[in-house]
């Protein structure tokens, strides 16, 4: 399987602006002011958290289907840090949040299947170079 995105930019970095889009329904547009200067608008690490989160939260919900828990519910938030490595902005932390509903499991239990989550999730193993991935789990009733 194979998926495919395409993003071109026009004009001077500063001022500038690109557009993306993949296939199906992904699209959108990203500037310097909303990578770097905090102004509000999507930029390359929202989604590479998004597919991160995504990423977790289906792995996630896989194994706990194997393991007979059909109904439940898992939410997980990314928020992808950047940092200056060398003088160059690097993605120097990511910090995943996870919070699962699941009738009748207890917490080591759900604690484990989170920890398997974690060595399955491609995204996961495709960020493996950044320098800190956190993770935290919390089972709610």
Known sequence: MAAKSTSEWEGDVPIGASTLSGEGAITG???FKFRFEGELG?????????AHATC??????????QA??????????????????????????IALVTVGQVPGLDELAF??????????????RALGGVPEITLEAFLVP
């Open 42 to 50: 999507p930029n390359p690490e929202q989604l590479i958290a998004a």
């Open 29 to 31: 547009s990203s500037t």
């Open 68 to 93: 007979g828990r059909e109904s439940h519910s898992v939410q997980t938030q990314a928020t992808v840090t950047l940092g200056p490595v060398g003088g160059a902005p690097t993605i120097t932390k």
């Open 56 to 65: 977790f939260s289906t792995a996630l919900s896989n194994l706990l289907t």
């Open 111 to 124: 604690v484990d299947h989170v920890l398997a989550a974690r060595a399955r999730c491609r995204v996961s």
